[in-house]
């Protein structure tokens, strides 16, 4: 697609329910970033997809976040048993990677998540 | 580990003047990009400027600008004839060269635009 696209743009549910987030990155960037974005903490990096693989998941705030990446393309950022600490902006962002230069990230909108 | 510090949560510039937004940044890389990036109410990240550390030139993009202080780990954007849509969060971000964890960020600073 044209740009990076994040779907659900506001999602509001209530403590203890699982929610999934998604990201459809811009065609052809093989690299594919969440970010956290909440008021007391900035921006959080959670997690970085290469293709399909995650290197490194240390980022993932508790074992209550997954994600993952199908066919190198769309991701699926999942949060099981939903805290109110868990309200934030999840950016998405995706890239080309390391390629002739420096790696630029574009940003969807993200997704809005209250927890009540 | 990186760190990114914007000092001024909160700047306010009539209409057609000209403001720096400060950004200071801690790492022991050699070679690493630094970014100013926007991000309106619609809460897109937009890419404002971008600097490849191991360039000397400050980087101009139309209205903005860098002055990139390497030895002082320093990189302010300088925002000339500013317009009422400059009104944004403006993120100043850090990448280590072959990074794997993207963008550091500073905690921003709110940028308003009077008319």
């Known amino acids: 697609g044209a740009g990076v696209s994040q779907s659900p743009s506001n999602k509001v549910t209530e403590k203890g329910k699982d929610v999934e987030l998604r990201c459809d990155p811009i065609s052809g960037h093989t690299a594919l970033y969440w970010y956290r974005q909440s008021l007391g903490q900035g921006l959080e990096f959670l997690i970085y997809?290469?293709?399909?693989?995650?290197?490194?998941k240390s980022g993932l705030p508790s074992d209550r976040f997954s994600a993952e990446r199908t066919g190198g393309s769309v991701s699926t950022l999942t949060i099981q048993r939903t805290q109110q600490e868990d309200s934030a902006v999840y950016l998405c962002a995706s890239s080309l990677g390391w390629v002739s230069g420096a790696n630029v990230l574009t940003f969807g909108a993200g997704s809005r998540l209250t927890v009540l | 580990a990186q760190t990114v510090t914007q000092s001024q949560p909160e700047m306010s510039v009539q209409e057609a003047e000209t403001v720096t937004l400060s950004c200071t940044y801690d790492?022991?890389?050699?070679?690493?990009?630094l970014f100013w990036y926007k991000q309106p109410p619609s809460r897109q990240m937009i890419l404002v400027i971008r600097?490849?550390?191991?360039?000397?030139q400050n980087a101009t993009e139309n209205r903005f600008s860098v002055n990139f202080q390497k030895a002082a780990k320093s990189f302010s954007l300088k925002i000339s004839d500013s317009q009422l849509g400059d009104t944004a969060m403006y993120f100043c971000a850090f990448m280590k060269h072959q990074g794997a964890d993207g963008l550091t960020f500073g905690k921003g600073t709110h940028l308003i635009i009077q008319p």
């Open positions: 997809f290469q293709g399909n693989s995650a290197p490194d």
């Open positions: 600097q490849e550390a191991y360039k000397q």
């Open positions: 790492t022991s890389e050699s070679n690493y990009y």
